[in-house]
């Protein structure tokens, strides 16, 4: 028996408008090692606004013609040529998600009726087939919006850590720390012993922090900012930063902090800055503003870099991947749990006023898409 | 016997004053395992300026008070935390020169009389103590001028080609690329066979590559300079840059013509970017305004890290090093060849209207000072 759905997509059409659509699809049975999900919890994390909306500008949201709920909106001209590989391509959406599986291939029968998790795209969908070897069954009792997102933001908090460790870093600063994954990453950093230097930017979203614990909170809008980083640099050895912003001056500024920390300790002068290698990871685009930063007083010993899960999981092997997703199923419900300030179906997911909510990304708001809603 | 001699040496005081001197030395006698070379010739390079003058106001320069030549200038007031290291301190100046050994310690006899090449800073003097084993006697033949900048630049040419060679580049951009640094790049990559795309900001420069066999120098004034890089990259493969600039946009859009030329081959829209890794190696500051890219269209497969010959060497070994050198004295009056514009004496230095000149950087001139002559 086959499933009909709704898929959510995005598309660019040649003349630079943004369309989002409910699409009616129809599930093809599953192969012999293929298992159909329905879908009943999918986060909206910042990586999927990437894709569902792009640089689209929200001023121009409006309603547009289709068979379901379909919105529209313009894309800046500017940063079409960027989007050039998309063009005219309807992109499912939805990197992760959970739900119960329906319907399961010859040589995945076990799974049938089971809870899981699974990541792959095209989770913003009522049903999803995948490969079975692709899923996670949840542990017993793990509802599917405590599975929702257990591959993005506890795969990268622990990343992060991995990273900084195969780097031999004694300690990481982390920007819009307060975030889902920055709050996942200070219990992290609390449970292993790392230092963790987190950069907020309201008093608000410090509490947050404070609130589960965390000993470095700086708040990047006080007076004293800089000299309080370069003192929680000094006392911890903070040599790596996992920057979500992106634009702006912060990175630059953290890397500043970091030099100046070194230079403390030096007793000789060099004009090429202190020998302390300085790295930057640039992993997320809050602020997609242009990046700009001073050479001068870093030195030379540093390193601006993107980072993504993907490609650093892939670096680090199939070995530390399934450690590190063998510790979500365990960690599930305490390090973590996500939580979600509201739960919105797929249409709702379309409408104009959600949608420019969920797309402000506002600290401490977390949206999820359960389809089975409507 | 002792020598005395004069010694160049450059000095930030408390009040923000850059100052500098020529002060008489008196030179110790050799111990066993040292020589004393009398200082022949010694070049300015970029890197001698930085410690030289650092971030004066060649504006403001004036003569100063004192036994011999002296001369200072302000540094602007927002650039002396950055000097904080060196304040109070008199430093000399003067990466690497040749010269003749007049006084050897017991167990470096064999090279009393020999021309040699050294470097290790303080070479803007009548005379230099050194440990034996620090110095390369010049091939037969060969004049002090011939040898005086026998290390920085050829060994930074070659460790560029082994950066990019052990990272599995397969074609390099360099840019400021007619400087006598660029010129043996461009010589060594057609010597091994390696693509070579030249950035440079002038037609005079232009011509100055193409002399002497350069197949690819963009100017980056042109109109269609981003397109016709592109297409160069799209061609060699260059996926590292070495960037003697810093400051402003070039680098950010040379790892943005990378990812133009990467995305002409993917088959798959990816809204983070080709997987191509894209590297910027910034080595020098000719322009010391702030570093500003985009990242958007970058994609996160990037890294724009310092680059430092020295620790370079460090890391690559003994052996490297052994093998870079080597090649530095078969090819000195070939591939590695130096013109000097200009020579000037060590007094001369420090006449105002001479240190604009060389301050000045200007396309196609180089200085050497050759203390002999007074």
């Known amino acids: 028996m086959a499933f009909t759905g709704r898929e959510l997509r995005s598309k660019v059409d040649e003349d630079g408008r943004l369309v989002l659509t409910l699409e009616q699809v129809e599930i093809p049975d599953p ?144 920007t819009a720390a307060a975030s889902n994954l920055g709050q996942m990453l200070q219990k992290l950093c609390l449970a292993d012993g790392i230092p963790l230097i987190n950069i907020v930017r309201s008093t608000q979203q410090a509490e947050i922090l404070r609130a589960i614990g965390a000993t470095y909170v700086l708040n990047s809008k006080d007076e004293d900012f800089f000299e309080r980083l370069i003192d929680a640099i000094a006392e911890t050895g903070a040599t790596v930063a996992f920057d979500a912003i992106g634009g702006g001056t912060l990175g630059g500024t953290i890397l500043t902090a970091m030099e100046r920390a070194a230079v403390r300790t030096m007793s000789e002068y060099s004009r090429y800055g202190s020998d302390t290698f300085k790295q930057l990871y640039v992993y997320g685009m809050l602020d997609p503003s242009p990046t700009t930063f001073n050479r001068g007083p870093i030195g030379f010993g540093f390193s601006i870099s993107g980072w993504l899960l993907f490609p650093f999981l892939q670096k680090a092997g199939s070995e530390v991947a399934a450690r590190l997703r063998a510790r979500v199923v365990d960690e599930l419900t305490t390090t973590f749990a996500s939580k979600y300030t509201r739960v919105i179906g797929l249409a709702e997911a379309l409408q104009p006023d959600v949608l420019r909510s969920y797309a402000r990304m506002a600290t401490g708001e977390k949206f999820l898409i359960d389809p089975t809603l409507g």
């Open 31 to 174: 192969a012999d090692d293929e298992i159909v999900v329905r879908v009943e919890a999918a986060p909206i994390n910042p990586s999927d606004l990437g894709l569902l909306l792009g640089p689209a500008d929200l001023s121009t949201l409006e309603p547009a013609s289709g068979d379901g709920p379909a919105l529209s909106m313009r894309v800046p001209e500017r940063s079409l040529p960027g989007l050039k590989g998309r063009i005219g391509e309807s992109l499912p959406v939805g990197n992760e998600g959970a739900g119960t599986v329906v319907a399961a291939g010859r040589d995945a029968q076990a799974l049938e009726g089971q809870r899981v998790g699974l990541i792959g795209g095209a989770m913003y969908a009522d049903y999803r087939r995948i490969k079975a070897r692709e899923v996670i069954p949840l542990p017993a009792g793990a509802s599917a919006r405590d599975g929702a997102a257990m591959f993005v933001n506890p795969l990268t908090a622990q990343s992060f850590v991995e990273t900084a460790r195969s780097e031999s870093h004694a300690a990481i600063i982390h």
